[in-house]
């Protein structure tokens, strides 16, 4: 019987995984971090199970991430299943980029249906100027880039 940490590699690579960013995110320069969600699932309830890939994220334009990098899997109903667990992130010295290293599978056992959920920690820069930037990224393995798109928030919006 297979654990979680050792699926074997079925049907499906990163390739086939749908990912979106979930609400695009609002900050003020100065403000309290908040977070950003990306989900990730795959079309059909199809297995998929691709192995250890880099994810690498850009941030879009005046926000940094923190480096706080969850994952949790959630049902159709929006319900958690099991626990949230960190997953060791690395941030560029500009703090624009992060990168990991996970497993992105989905379909393959009772615990992991539906979605995929990466939580993410980031915040506009003291010096953000106010405006919508769709200028960030997530590459998850060899799956094509989907944009991330943030909203810094004029100070008095705070």
């Known amino acids: ?3 979680e940490t050792q699926l074997p590699v079925q049907a499906g690579s990163e390739k086939d995984l749908l990912i979106w960013q979930q609400g695009i995110i609002e900050d003020a320069p100065g403000g309290v971090m908040t977070i950003m969600s990306i989900g990730l699932t795959r079309e059909g309830k199809h297995p ?3 192995g250890e890939v880099t994810h690498t994220l850009t941030s ?3 926000f940094v991430w923190n480096g706080w990098t969850a994952y949790a899997y959630y049902s159709a109903d929006q319900k958690v ?3 949230m667990a960190e997953i060791n992130a690395k941030v560029t010295a500009d703090g624009r980029k992060l990168t990991f290293t996970h497993n992105p599978h989905v379909y393959t056992d009772d615990h992991d249906q539906d979605a995929l959920v990466y ?3 980031v915040g506009a820069t003291d010096d953000a100027e106010p405006g919508r930037y769709t200028d960030g990224q997530i590459r998850v393995g060899k799956a094509k880039a ?3 798109k943030g909203r810094v928030l004029d100070p008095d919006e705070d």
């Open 1 to 3: 019987m297979a654990t």
């Open 48 to 50: 998929t199970n691709p």
């Open 60 to 62: 879009p334009s005046g």
């Open 81 to 83: 299943r099991g626990s």
């Open 119 to 121: 939580i993410l920690g």
């Open 146 to 148: 989907v944009k991330l």
